[in-house]
T-cell receptor, first 112, second 114 residues
């Protein structure tokens, strides 16, 4: 079956540090891949997505590249801000299926 | 404003007392689903609906019911809640017809069953 494995948290970084949150997946074919962000007390919001191999999704300074050879979709940001503190979820959606399969989430805290 | 709304946002109840969590979307989306979020487990799908009167089980359907009588509404029903259903619940919707369509999430309902 489909599954998503993401970096265990929590992750604590200083402001302006470089961020990487690892995500790997198991699925047949070429699923679409997503990163969602959940700010305190809110629902999930789509952060970025990639629908085919070698696609790079980007938004708000975050980037992730769909790597078919390593079945990975790692989230990166060059310089984090306090406002980036949130829980980040990696997810996949198989071709022809609307269901999202989520990773367990990674809590990120940025300290000034 | 395009949105998914859920009510109530917070609910404390007792074992066995039937409850309904409502979900409504104003985007004319065909696909709707319910998830529960638990620490260390991420989000797991409870039920989903491809369209009006079409529903199916997700990964963790036991103890839940749903209905889809109108396109915009997708209520989650707990006929006899138990403490292991204490969780954070999210409703989501998307246009369907393609794995690249964004799912929109509601703000969540935090349920405590005593």
């Amino acid at each position: 079956g489909n599954s998503v494995t993401q970096m265990e948290g929590p992750v604590t970084l200083s402001e302006e540090a470089f961020l990487t949150i690892n995500c790997t997946y198991t699925a047949t074919g070429y699923p679409s891949l997503f990163w969602y962000v959940q700010y305190p007390g809110e629902g999930l919001q789509l952060l970025l997505k990639a629908t085919k191999a070698d696609d790079k999704g980007s938004n708000k300074g975050f980037e992730a590249t769909y790597r078919k050879e390593t079945t990975s979709f790692h989230l990166e940001k060059g310089s984090v801000q306090v406002s980036d503190s949130a829980v980040y979820f990696c997810a996949l959606r198989p071709v022809g299926n609307e269901k999202l399969t989520f990773g367990t989430g990674t809590r990120l805290t940025i300290i000034p | 404003e395009a949105q998914v709304t859920q009510n109530p946002r917070y609910l404390i109840t007792v074992t066995g007392k039937k409850l309904t969590v409502t979900c409504s979307q104003n985007m004319n989306h065909e696909y709707m689903s319910w998830y529960r979020q638990d620490p260390g487990l991420g989000l797991r799908q409870i039920y989903y609906s491809m369209n009006v009167e079409v529903t199916d089980k997700g990964d963790v359907p036991e103890g839940y019911k749903v209905s889809r009588k109108e396109k915009r509404n997708f209520p989650l029903i707990l006929e006899s809640p138990s403490p292991n259903q204490t969780s954070l619940y999210f409703c989501a919707s998307n246009r369907g017809q393609g794995s690249y369509n964004e799912q929109f999430f509601g703000p969540g309902t935090r349920l405590t069953v005593l």
